[in-house]
């Protein structure tokens, strides 16, 4: 494959986007069919709620509860076509440069290529590559997991901390928690990512240096937050061991071998990957090594397996069946044609506990583009906002507006049919909850209903429920690491599917730049002995000014 190749175009190679006759379709669309509730579609097709599902490498999607007929599929499926969506697919698959700002392939699907099948980029087989490195990660993995990997004192390692922010952080942290039931439950794994010290702080406040394994993730190894966090785990570890004994509680996992050797970390004790992933896709590169050392390498590969599961379904099950398409564009029709804003993902599960937070990154770094990739400004939606927490907590908190706000909030359920810890029938409890809320707000509760339950006329306004409110119900048999690799490779690739049909670049985030530039030329004043010469803005300059004058160092 020649990865030079350029990206296939989609809505550039056929005007601007809205102007599309696939688009005008589906707004002309969207009005004339404004007033039909889901009360309408599902009475006028019985079978609704078993027609409007789809499967793929384990999981289950319910999208009945959208506000979609069949005309409205199609007219999306139109829109796909016409935006060159199955060669959009095959061209991330193949290794094209698909990131066209960076000029780089986005190839997290190699990263779960079983062992000897092979993927060519600049012929170089980079299967080959990927499965090296997963050897590395298993055996050191193994040897933490057993005790054979110790501490400089010769003690057994019983924490090990993960250093590491953003794509480097989330992924790990998300699969962490959500995999702890498989987890080896005699090692602790903290998550440090903030440049507040607090982090740092709290994180070790209670560990033995000795027993400590620091594990440094960095795509770039310049991350500002990443080495200054690493450099005070070097401090405490070094002021309690001595300098030689880095060496034994100090791994890197980055793509810049000159950066982990300047840091001080021998790069024997370093763990690659490569620039064609993206630090938001890399939870199944090296930077789950903490992920593998929780759970061990059969389970990592079991997550593996579940995410190559799901790129399977993905580049080969037809538009209509195809989990990741039918996800992406049900996101598009809300976003771009019913006005919703944002996306509620509800897991009811508190392993996913940080599974929305996990999703934040994936979707909106990716997604939060305001120009095409040829530059020109959108005059449409592209990401929608991403939110959420685990239910049932959040039903006590802001599924008010959810059902009974002004705003459409397009809601992601997500739920397991057996429990990973069964309690009496607390599980059934939780499900019940899960197919209560999508009931709800699909299809309400009419003034006649609340009249008719005897309500004085006063309240009655007040307990309505529109319904209507649109949601999808993901369902897996048990949260396993394949189940959960399928989930994560769903929403991936649901994102590039919308990315696809904004024809933006997911794969680049110039946005977050321009913060960390002023945050180093503001650092700098801060710390100035002299009084700085501020040339900002005057809200600047006098925040900068009250913070010198209030601050305490101590
Ligand atoms: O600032 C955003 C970002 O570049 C993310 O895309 C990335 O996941 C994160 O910072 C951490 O970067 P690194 O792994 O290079 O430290």
């Known amino acids: 494959m020649d990865a030079k190749a350029p990206a296939t175009n989609g809505p550039a190679t056929g005007g601007p986007l809205t102007q599309r006759p696939q688009w005008q379709a589906l707004l002309q669309h969207a009005q004339a069919t404004r007033d039909r509730t889901l009360r309408d579609w599902f009475a006028d097709d019985p079978k609704r709620g078993t027609r409007l599902v789809a499967e793929g490498a384990g999981l289950y999607l319910d999208y009945s509860r959208q506000r979609v007929g069949d005309d409205t599929l199609a007219l999306l499926f139109d829109l796909a076509h016409a935006c060159a969506l199955p060669a959009r697919i095959q061209a991330m698959f193949t290794g094209q440069h698909v990131n066209v ?59 090990v901390i993960n250093i590491g922010i953003g794509g480097s952080d989330l992924g790990p942290v998300m699969a962490y928690e959500a995999l702890r039931h498989y987890s080896q439950r005699d090692l602790t794994l903290r998550f440090v990512s903030n440049v507040d010290p607090t982090d740092f702080i709290e994180a070790t406040r209670d560990l033995d240096p000795a027993q400590t394994l620091f594990i440094v993730c960095s795509k770039t190894f310049t991350t500002q937050e990443t080495l200054t966090n690493a450099r005070a785990a070097r401090d405490w570890c070094t002021a309690a061991l001595g300098e030689g004994a880095i060496a034994r509680h100090f791994v890197a996992v980055s793509t810049n071998a000159e950066g982990v050797r300047d840091f001080g970390i021998d790069t024997d004790n370093m763990f690659g990957f490569w620039d064609w992933v993206g630090g938001r896709y890399s939870m199944d590169s090296a930077i789950g ?21 799901m790129d399977v379904h993905f580049r080969g099950t037809p538009l209509e069946r195809n989990l990741p398409v039918l996800m992406g564009l049900l996101g598009v029709w809300n976003n771009d044609f019913l006005g919703a804003a944002t996306v509620a993902v509800l897991p009811y599960a508190q392993y996913l506990k940080r599974f929305p937070a996990y999703l934040q990154q994936l979707t909106m770094e990716s997604n939060g583009k305001h120009v095409t990739r040829d530059g020109s400004r959108c005059d449409y939606q592209t990401g929608p906002i991403y939110w959420g927490e685990p239910g049932t907590n959040g039903q006590h908190s802001f599924y008010q507006l959810i059902h009974q706000g002004t705003r459409i909030v397009p809601c992601d359920f997500i739920g397991f049919c057996q429990p990973l810890n069964p309690l009496d029938r607390q599980h059934d409890l939780l499900m019940a909850n899960l197919f209560a809320q999508g009931e709800a707000l699909a299809f309400g509760k009419s003034l006649q209903q609340v009249q008719d339950e005897g309500t004085p006329e006063r309240l009655a306004p007040h307990r309505v429920f529109d319904g209507n409110r649109p949601s999808s119900t993901i369902l897996v048999d048990r949260l396993t690491p394949h189940a959960l690799g399928a989930l994560v490779a769903l929403y991936e690739h649901s994102v590039y599917v919308q990315g696809a049909i904004w024809d933006i670049d997911s794969f680049d985030q110039w946005g977050v730049e321009l913060g960390k530039q002023l945050a180093r030329r503001t650092e700098a004043e801060i710390a100035s002995a002299q009084a700085p010469s501020l040339q900002h803005d005057s809200s600047t300059n006098a925040l900068i000014t009250r913070y010198r004058a209030h601050r305490r160092r101590k």
């Open 101 to 159: 700002t960076e000029d780089r392939a986005a190839l997290h699907v190699a990263l779960r290529m079983p062992a000897g099948t092979r993927l060519e980029v600049d012929g170089t087989d980079v299967v080959s590559e990927v499965q090296a490195v997963l050897s590395r990660m298993s055996g050191f993995a193994d040897r933490v997991r057993d005790g054979r990997w110790t501490g400089a004192t010769g003690q057994r390692i019983r924490n």
């Open 289 to 309: 090594l903490s992920t593998m050392v929780a759970i061990g390498p059969a389970h990592f590969g079991d997550m593996l397996a579940g995410f190559h599961a």
